[in-house]
C-alpha cells in the first residue's frame, strides 16, 4: 500500500459561499494530518471535495479516485443486515473479504449475528470503522471518526489507525476536536477562511 495526497490552492464553497480559499498541503505515504477549526469552517466541506463528492472553486486535488475512502458522520450501514452481512456487503462491492480479526479489532466479534439496527450508537460506529478494514483503500478521509465512541474505543481505532493503516504506508486525513494519541501534522483552516466581499467595509459601501 503506496499512496500520495496533494492538495493546491484550493477553494471550496457551501451553500454557494466560498469558506475556504488558498487550501495547500501535502501527506506523503504512513502519515497523518487532523484538521482543526471551529464548527462551520469547512473541516466537512474540504474532505467532500478531497474525495470526490464535491468539485472545488479552484484548485486541485493529487490523489487517484480509487485510492480514497472517505468516511462521514454517517455510518453508512443497512439497518436489516446483521453486523457480518454488513462488512460482507462492503467486501463484494470493492471486491475485497473480510480481513481475520477485523471483529476482534472493532470489538465486534460478540455482534456479528446481530442487525445492525439494534446496536447502540457506539456499536454502530464501530461496525461502520470497521468497513475502512474492508474497503481498504490507501487514502482515509475521516470526518468525526470517534463519534459516539467511549476512551477504550478510541484507544482501540487510534491503535488500528497506526498499526494497521498508516504502518503499511497509509494516508489518513482527520477532522477531529479531540486528542487521538496519534502522531500526525495538524493544520488548523482558520488560516484559510475566505474573504468575503465587504468583510473589511472597502466593498458594500455604496450598496
Not at 33 to 55: F, H, S
Amino acid at each position: 500500500m503506496s499512496a500520495r495526497l496533494g492538495v493546491a490552492g484550493l477553494a471550496v464553497e457551501r451553500g454557494g459561499l466560498a469558506v475556504l480559499e488558498g487550501v495547500s498541503f501535502g501527506v506523503p505515504a504512513g502519515r497523518a494530518l487532523i484538521l482543526r477549526g471551529p464548527n462551520g469552517v469547512g473541516k466537512t466541506t474540504l474532505l467532500r471535495v478531497l474525495a470526490g463528492l464535491q468539485k472545488p472553486l479552484a484548485g486541485r486535488v493529487e490523489a487517484a479516485p480509487d485510492d480514497i475512502a472517505y468516511a462521514s458522520h454517517a455510518d453508512g450501514i443497512k439497518a436489516t443486515l446483521s453486523v457480518a452481512e454488513n462488512l460482507q456487503f462492503w467486501a463484494g462491492i470493492h471486491g475485497t473479504g473480510v480481513p481475520d480479526g477485523v471483529y476482534d479489532l472493532f470489538d465486534l466479534a460478540d455482534l456479528r449475528g446481530r442487525e445492525a439496527g439494534t446496536l447502540s450508537s457506539g456499536q454502530k460506529r464501530r461496525l461502520g470503522l470497521a468497513r475502512l478494514a474492508v474497503i481498504d483503500r490507501p487514502i482515509w478521509l475521516l470526518d468525526e471518526p470517534t463519534i459516539s465512541l467511549d476512551r477504550q474505543s478510541v484507544t482501540r481505532f487510534a491503535e488500528f489507525l497506526t498499526q494497521h493503516h498508516l504502518a503499511r504506508g497509509g494516508i489518513a486525513v482527520i477532522a477531529t476536536h479531540i486528542d487521538l494519541g496519534i502522531e500526525a501534522e495538524t493544520l488548523d483552516l482558520t488560516a484559510f477562511r475566505a474573504r468575503r466581499a465587504g468583510a473589511d467595509g472597502s466593498d458594500g459601501a455604496f450598496l
